[in-house]
């Protein structure tokens, strides 16, 4: 973990009314990382044959891991954030979720190539993997928009304390705007799915419901 942000002020900058709505990730945007992972897969279940089958393509380490990355980086975002450099300590924690979630994405689109080979006679489950393999593609988008804060929070800390705020506004809320987009896309996909007769695994089903 790296060590927090030190102030060469007595009062670190304040992040303004502004920048605290943007201090993390939204909530939203917690829903979607590694929602594939997690819910998901264990979703589809219903959805497929045999335990036999599933052997064929289902990666199981997967899903534990996802689950308690999830948990770790909704514990850092829930925590206040005051100042720039509580949110250049609270992002920089999350370095190595981010890293590790990183592989995960890749081991997903591997387990979803697996399973469209494993039901390649079935058309359902194929076009159900189709939108998994594009909602898992936003998790790799979302993990890329988290390393470039995670770039800029490391920024900030090599900064003077009086220049921290000013770049945290120029640089910080246009990557949280793209967070957001990469929420609004990942459920507008999970819409489609449904409109377009998908059964949608359970979980996914309620967040596309809970999201209108």
Not at 111 to 130: C, E, L, P, T, V
């Amino acid at each position: 973990m790296s060590e927090e942000p030190q102030s060469v002020q007595a009062e670190p900058p304040a992040v303004p009314s502004g920048s605290k709505k943007r201090r993390g990730l939204t909530v939203g945007s917690i829903l979607v990382f590694l929602w594939a992972f997690w819910m998901g897969w264990n979703g589809w279940k219903p959805f497929t044959s045999s335990e036999k089958a599933r052997s064929q393509w289902e990666d199981k380490t997967i899903a534990p891991r996802a689950a308690v990355l999830r948990q770790k980086l909704s514990e850092i975002e829930s925590r206040p954030v005051n100042t720039v450099d509580d949110y250049v300590s609270n992002t920089l924690e999350t370095k190595a979720v981010v890293d590790e979630a990183k592989g995960l994405t890749q081991r997903q689109m591997a387990m979803i190539a697996h399973f469209k080979q494993a039901y390649s006679d079935n058309a359902s489950d194929g076009r159900m993997a189709d939108y998994m393999m594009r909602l898992t593609e936003k998790d790799e988008q979302l993990m890329q928009l988290l390393a470039d804060e995670i770039d800029r929070a490391n920024t900030i800390k090599g900064l003077p304390a009086p220049n921290r705020l000013a770049y945290y506004d120029a640089n910080v809320p246009p990557i949280k705007e793209k967070e957001a987009q990469i929420m609004r896309d990942w459920m507008a996909i999970t819409k489609e799915a449904k409109a377009n007769g998908i059964p949608l695994p359970p979980n996914l089903d309620l967040a596309t419901t809970s999201n209108r």
